[in-house]
């Protein structure tokens, strides 16, 4: 396990803090269309999420594929520089930020504040899911005899077949007991090379609680923290300390 500690260069792309809630039975979505003015300010750029459902039918014996538009389900909103983005829809509230990341102390009282607008101007009943969630792209120099060089948990191969890897994709879904955490685990090597020099890994950390909250509840902001100190361990518990070295 890697030593944790802040990176000055961390690998992450995509930071999310995620809010699923029960919502009012009257919110109508064009409410979300047009937040306060210093949000707007904030988050020029408005795009609409519509909801699509999708399934398998029978028609004449045979099984096909249908998708149907189920109508807008909120409005995701950009930064002029496209760095933040901020998503409000009618089951919750998502915070985005993209490379280059800067830290959570940054990143969360912003969220935090947006997510209390969100709140004065949805009026949710109550919160149902947080989630703390990093995608992380590591581009690893070649050429290297074993990914064990980089990642704690390599894919492990019979001794008996080709041993040579191009891609793996290996998921897995963690529960601690006692706290109710549970983490979304993904870890990738991307298929072909991302050019001749390195090797791209992706480590993909959704840590979450499935749990009900007041929405304004100061405990929020309490298991925001224990979900960041679990996705903190699993990143560092998943990479070597020569990882590590590639991005400070």
Excluded: C
């Excluded at 609409?48 to 099984?63: N, P, T």
């Excluded at 969630?133 to 290297?144: A, G, H, M, S, V």
Aim: hydrophobic share 40%.
């Amino acid at each position: 396990m890697a030593i944790p500690r802040h990176l000055s260069n961390a690998p992450i792309t995509e930071a999310l803090i995620d809010l699923r809630v029960r919502p009012l039975k009257s919110l109508q979505v064009e409410k979300l269309r047009e937040p306060k003015k210093e949000f707007r300010e904030d988050f020029p750029k408005r795009e609409e999420l519509r909801r699509f459902e999708g399934g398998f039918q029978i028609q004449r014996g045979e099984a096909a594929m249908f998708s149907k538009d189920s109508g807008p389900a909120g409005f995701r909103f950009r930064s002029a520089d496209d760095l933040n983005v901020v998503q409000l829809r009618i089951d919750g509230f998502t915070f985005s930020r993209l490379k280059p990341y800067t830290s959570w102390e940054t990143i969360f009282p912003q969220a935090w504040r947006l997510w209390l607008g969100y709140v004065e101007l949805a009026t949710p009943e109550s919160v149902t899911r947080i989630a703390v969630r990093y995608i992380n792209r590591l581009e690893l120099p070649l050429p290297f005899e074993e990914f064990s060089e980089y990642l704690e948990a390599p894919p492990s191969l019979p001794a008996e077949v080709p041993q040579k890897v191009s891609s793996f994709l290996v998921k897995q879904v963690l529960h601690e007991s006692g706290s109710g955490i549970s983490v979304n685990f993904g870890q990738a090597m991307e298929a072909g090379l991302a050019d001749s020099r390195h090797a791209t890994m992706i480590l993909d950390i959704d840590s979450y609680k499935v749990q009900e909250y007041e929405p304004q509840a100061t405990q929020l902001t309490e298991e925001f923290e224990r979900l960041r100190r679990m996705k903190n361990l699993i990143f560092f518990s998943s990479i070597t300390e020569k990882t590590v070295r590639l991005f400070e």
